[in-house]
């Protein structure tokens, strides 16, 4: 009896290692990447250098759009990793040393009805206006909504044209000098986007939603309560394409919204006093 239940579990060992090696093999995998290259050489003028005296720099290394990756498919099950260059200290445009970083790392499973996905990638309010340069990627700070984080850790649900997604709150705003001694978070970022294609324009209706208190000193607390609201606009036409975003949001700063205004909810003394744009 024990030798047919070594036998037994032999076997179903060999068949869950095999089923393993087969699905593998089976895989469908595309690797891609690519490398660019910063060749500047930069002779700054006393009047404009931080050093009080005329600079030269050659500034010679791998630039920001420099990448490799891979998409996975097997099944019902899809995947992709893709890496970076990036200077891991400076955040400078560049790696120096041959540091890498995370930009998309995520696991997606079709279940029929609909998706869901595991892992870091684009957020739902995440749109390209433009891809003109700035610091040798896109215009990256002017593009989309401004989200400074449009690639994070999300569990996401899909249904056609229509996503739901759940991320961490943006809570990297500091009111320490209002008093504030803590932050506490409860809830996840809700945020979500509905597609419509009306050949030749295509329309994205999505917002994100999020809160959080902060706690002072006394251990009394006040919520901050940040959304956006947006419709992304596409047009092609033949040889040209125009595009267009218009959103609303309130507390933009505390959502990790990017502008030129401060979007941050301010404290009065007693409580906070929210910023619209």
């Not at 996905?117 to 989309?144: A, D, E, K, M, W």
């Amino acid at each position: 009896m024990k030798k047919i239940t070594l036998f037994l579990a032999c076997l179903a060992a060999f068949a869950m290692v095999f089923g393993f090696t087969v699905t593998a093999a089976m895989a469908d995998t595309d690797l891609y990447g690519s490398v660019r290259f910063r060749t500047y050489w930069v002779d700054k003028d006393k009047d404009y250098s931080s050093t009080g005296y005329d600079d030269e720099d050659l500034d010679w290394r791998i630039g920001y759009l420099s990448r490799w990756g891979v998409n996975y498919q097997s099944g019902n099950i899809k995947g992709k990793v893709e890496l970076d260059a990036r200077d891991a200290e400076a955040e400078d445009g560049s790696s120096e040393l041959g540091d890498l970083r995370i930009r998309h790392l995520y696991g997606e499973w079709d279940f029929g009805m609909g998706k869901m996905l595991i892992g870091q990638t684009f957020n739902p309010c995440t749109v390209y206006l433009s891809g003109l340069g700035y610091y040798s990627g896109g215009l990256q700070r002017f593009h989309s909504t401004g989200l400074n984080y449009f690639r994070t850790s999300q569990i996401r649900l899909t249904f056609d044209n229509f996503m739901i997604a759940f991320l961490t709150p943006d809570t990297e705003e500091d009111y320490e000098s209002d008093g504030g001694a803590d932050v506490d978070t409860t809830l996840p970022r809700i945020e979500a986007r509905y597609s419509m294609k009306l050949d030749p324009v295509t329309l994205d209706f999505m917002g994100g939603w999020q809160q959080y208190d902060v706690v002072g000193a006394d251990d009394g607390e006040e919520d901050i309560t940040s959304y956006f609201l947006g419709v992304y606009a596409q047009a092609n036409l033949g040889a040209a394409y125009v595009k267009g975003l218009l959103n609303y949001r309130q507390n933009g700063g505390n959502y990790g919204l990017w502008s030129v205004v401060n979007e941050t909810a301010s404290f009065n003394g007693d409580d906070f006093d929210d910023a619209t744009a």
